[in-house]
């Protein structure tokens, strides 16, 4: 498809109809368990089932067919499903609502629940994918291999819109010819452009870069003389600096601007850093010393 949101409804009617046609359910029946405070897309079904009110309020009436539950607790996802489940869809990390890493054990368990409650599933790494945090993909950390995985971001290198959704067969196969498709969906420039990406990934080892610059700037940070900050968190390049609670970071992202760095505030009190794949030594470098200046400076 051709971005991100697009990528996750296709992972939706993908799994709905498993759920009929593999698992027996009712159609209209079909239940999708999500975590609270995700983010995956902007679509009127997709904001159906967000808990920001940014993304939400006066869109509706909302799709109906999904459970919310807490994110990072595999106990409530286990409570959550039903005999009409037919999926669960995460983040491996909450990367929109603030760089939330969950508990190591968490993707395992609900790969475990999956299996054994015969439900699918989806991984969104369409933030957390090809790289960004250290691995190929998030899940690689956990040694997890999810049933279906939406991508996007970089997949088009950063700067062209495609997405993907990936999954074994007996999943995909629920879709045939005539039964999902968009004008530009898989066009050959996108699909060309994704493969020399995804070379491009490989070749340059970004995933080991991400690792190794993502370890050096949480350190460098974590020094900053900042006594509002009270934790920097997150893997490989995908990083969050989380003020104390009602501290309001957009002044910070401004001073930031100014010292010549882009970084984007979420949820108030979070700044997130998601430099570039390809960020050298000396541009991390050079990037801290104006990043710890203005953490320093702060009031
Ligand atoms: N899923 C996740 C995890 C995302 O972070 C995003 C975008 O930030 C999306 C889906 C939506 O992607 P797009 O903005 O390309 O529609």
């Known amino acids: 498809m051709n971005t991100g949101a697009e990528a996750v409804e296709t992972a939706l009617k993908m799994v ?3 759920g009929v046609e593999k698992k027996g359910i009712e159609n209209g029946k079909q239940e999708i368990v999500v975590a609270a405070e995700n983010f995956h897309g902007r679509t009127i079904s ?6 920001d009110p940014d993304a939400r309020v006066n869109y509706g009436p909302y ?4 459970v919310i539950v807490p994110y990072n607790d595999a106990a409530a996802i286990e409570k959550a499903v039903t005999p009409n489940t037919c999926a669960v869809m995460i983040e491996p990390i909450q990367g929109e609502a603030g760089v939330y890493v969950p508990d190591e054990g968490y993707l395992k368990a609900v790969r475990e629940i999956c299996t054994r409650r015969k439900v699918l599933f989806i991984a969104d790494e369409i933030q957390t994918g090809f790289c960004r945090t250290g691995r190929k993909f998030a899940v690689d950390h956990e040694g997890v291999r999810p049933d279906a995985m939406t991508l996007g971001k970089a997949l088009g290198g950063g700067l062209f819109p495609v997405s993907a959704v990936v999954a074994d067969h007996d999943v995909m196969g629920v879709f045939t010819p005539g039964t999902h498709g968009s004008t530009f969906g898989g066009n050959p420039l996108a699909s060309a452009i994704a493969i020399a990406a995804m070379d491009v990934l490989d ?3 970004l995933a080991d870069n991400a690792r190794v610059m993502g370890e050096h700037f949480r350190a460098e940070v974590a020094k900053a003389r900042c006594p509002k900050m009270v934790k920097v968190r997150g893997k490989g390049l995908l990083n969050a600096v989380v003020f104390e609670k009602g501290f309001e970071a957009w002044n910070v992202c401004l001073a930031l601007r100014d010292a010549g760095v882009l970084a984007k505030q979420t949820h108030g009190n979070i700044i997130r850093f998601a430099p570039p794949l390809v960020i050298t030594r000396d541009d991390m470098t050079d990037a801290l010393s104006r990043i710890i200046r203005v953490l320093e400076a702060v009031k």
């Open 203 to 205: 070749d340059e080892k």
């Open 16 to 18: 709905r109809r498993w």
């Open 63 to 66: 799709t109906p067919g999904f």
């Open 46 to 51: 997709i904001v159906s089932f967000s808990t």
